[in-house]
């Protein structure tokens, strides 16, 4: 069976994952959030499967003493943020970003790394090293793009070797706040050749949602189409989004991440099911717990930390739902709406009672009202 959402162990907080189908196994390049109060950490890792259910992780594939082993200066220090990866010719690539603003590429004979030697990616004309957050690469007809930036991206084509822009390609403001509602974390992908630039959209007043814009070029012009998916509700306190598109055995999917804790950070991926219209738009789609997997059905054990949205006094932790005293509703896209569900419990600590509604659509919305603060490791269909 495919996995529900979150896709990794409950205390394996990958977030910004850009995955990418090489040679029949799913290879998602993350950051890796370790830290309640902060984004990212000094390590990055690669998660893979075969089967979309069964996950293997690597690493570290890549670290920040690795980097300043490599590169002196600034450079070195800091965080290792969101990444991206490019395999051509038996040869694979992480391009990567610190929290210093500087972007690098390291290099590796397996998508799985690890990663070694990394070098800053410069100018090939000016020689200084290119500033900016969460790079995305795009590899089309034997040449390759990079994209990164916040609120204003760049993109521009790479040299053979992947370690320079080539600067008369250079092309500032490609997607924008103003115009694209653009935030950070680009990913670019080109199908049935049309160019598909997805990033974290602020257009909903936190860029809680994937957003995507379209151009027949890969340097653009660029223009807006709307919300591929929407985090808002996933937690309390979620702030942001970053991800990407991938086509698996004829079925595209988009990669994204949720919050945890009550807070920014401890993301961690999920991916949902797409369709593209006879246009070309790609559909908005809700989060699920139910993600690539099936739906929950009768008698099942439903893990609380599944939960696709909640509110009130609920808040996800890692392993578990969290209610403090009062009233909170917890919701699971989706059950099995054919089994004849007649009543919700749950395993857990604390005294709460349940109501539950099951829509149409299998969409399962738990009310609590605790009694006392509760926590809720799994829910009992019955």
Same mark, same amino acid.
């Given at each position: 069976m495919k996995a529900r959402n979150p896709i990794l162990p409950p205390d394996v907080c990958f977030p910004d994952g850009e995955p990418h189908f090489i040679d029949g196994e799913l290879y998602v390049y993350p950051s890796c959030d370790v830290h309640a109060d902060g984004y990212c950490s000094d390590k990055l890792y690669v998660a893979h499967s075969k089967n979309l259910a069964d996950w293997q992780i690597d690493g570290p594939v890549l670290d920040c003493a690795t980097v300043r082993a490599s590169i002196a200066g600034d450079a070195a220090r800091g965080l290792l943020y969101a990444p991206d990866s490019l395999t051509v010719n038996g040869k694979s690539y992480l391009f990567f970003c610190t929290s210093d603003g500087y972007e690098g590429v390291a290099f590796a004979d397996s998508p799985a790394g690890p990663f070694t030697d990394p070098v800053l990616i410069t100018g090939d004309k000016t020689g200084e090293p290119i500033k900016g957050i969460d790079p995305a690469v795009l590899y089309d007809d034997g040449k390759a793009f990079l994209y990164w930036g916040q609120f204003r991206s760049c993109g521009a084509e790479l040299s053979d070797d992947f370690t320079k822009i080539k600067e008369e390609t250079l092309v500032r403001g490609?997607?924008?706040?103003?115009?694209?509602?653009?935030?950070?974390?680009?990913?670019?992908?080109?199908?049935?050749?049309?160019?598909?630039?997805v990033f974290a959209d602020?257009?909903? #007043?936190?860029? /809680? +949602?994937?957003?995507?814009?379209?151009?027949?070029?890969?340097?653009?012009?660029?223009?807006?189409?709307?919300?591929?998916?929407?985090?808002?509700?996933?937690?309390?306190?979620?702030?942001?989004?970053?991800?990407?598109i991938e086509c698996v055995d004829g079925q595209w999917y988009v990669f994204y991440h949720r919050s945890t804790n009550n807070s920014r950070f401890l993301r961690r991926m999920c991916a949902e099911p797409i369709a593209f219209d006879k246009n070309g738009r790609i559909a908005q789609v809700p989060p699920t717990s139910t993600g690539m997997g099936k739906p929950f059905a009768k008698g099942e054990p439903v893990d609380a930390y599944r939960a696709c949205g909640v509110s009130g006094t609920a808040t996800i932790?890692?392993?578990?739902?969290?209610?403090?005293? #009062?009233?909170? /509703? +917890?919701?699971?896209?989706?059950?099995?709406?054919?089994e004849d569900v007649s009543s919700v419990d749950f395993v857990g600590t604390g005294r709460a009672s349940l109501t539950f509604a099951i829509a149409p659509d299998g969409a399962l919305t738990v009310g609590i009202e605790a009694q006392t603060d509760t926590e809720i490791a799994y829910f009992i269909l019955t």
């Open positions: 490609l997607v924008t706040e103003e115009e694209h509602g653009f935030h950070e974390g680009s990913s670019v992908r080109k199908i049935n050749g049309t160019y598909y630039y602020i257009h909903r #007043g936190r860029p /809680t +949602a994937l957003g995507y814009a379209t151009s027949d070029s890969p340097l653009g012009k660029y223009v807006y189409q709307g919300v591929i998916i929407d985090n808002a509700g996933c937690d309390p306190e979620t702030w942001n989004n970053h991800g990407g932790a890692r392993d578990r739902l969290i209610v403090k005293q #009062g009233a909170a /509703t +917890a919701v699971f896209r989706y059950v099995d709406a054919a």
